[in-house]
């Protein structure tokens, strides 16, 4: 298949049938060696080790945003949890715990307050606010993840003194109507 040059050149008789055909073998040649030309043993190692590198690559970063899909999975679900089993808080009393190492409070009535003490309610943290959630609905929560529970009075409650100091202390009954 000539190009449309090397007719016009034929036709004009600047060039012959046979040198025409030649250069059309050559060209062809030319285009099956770069297709079929073998590619050099240590570019060929380059292009693997770059191929094993970018597919390393891939995985760690689909890893990557597959544990970022399943916090924000559990965070929803966390939230949902929340939602739906909060329970209306009322009151004038100023119940006050720790939060990290800020001390933090709610507004709860004495019924509210006596079971936050015995552990039936706890407290969780939802974005910037704190709710008040029953114990079966705390526990489906630890399955997911414990930060998200602030204060939990039912859990852990029976720990053996950490000091002398604390021993000393651990004789003396403290009123259960104390409000701190």
Sequence with gaps: MRNPLQDQLLKA?????AKV???AREQAKQKQGKQGAAVPREQGVDVERLKAER???DRALAAERNAQARAAELRAQI???IDT????RSGEIDYRFTDGKAIRSVLVNEALRSQLAS?????????????LIP???????YERDAGAIVLDHGRG??????SEDDAYYARFQVPDDLIW
């Design 157 to 162: 409650g029976s720990e053996a003194p950490a």
């Design 79 to 81: 939230r949902q949890i």
């Design 135 to 141: 114990r079966a609905a705390a526990e489906k929560i």
């Design 119 to 131: 552990g039936t309610l706890v407290i969780a943290r939802l974005d910037q606010g704190y709710e």
């Design 85 to 88: 089993h909060r329970v209306k």
């Design 21 to 23: 055909n030649q250069v």
């Design 55 to 57: 597919g390393e690559r």
């Design 13 to 17: 008789g600047l060039v012959n049938k």
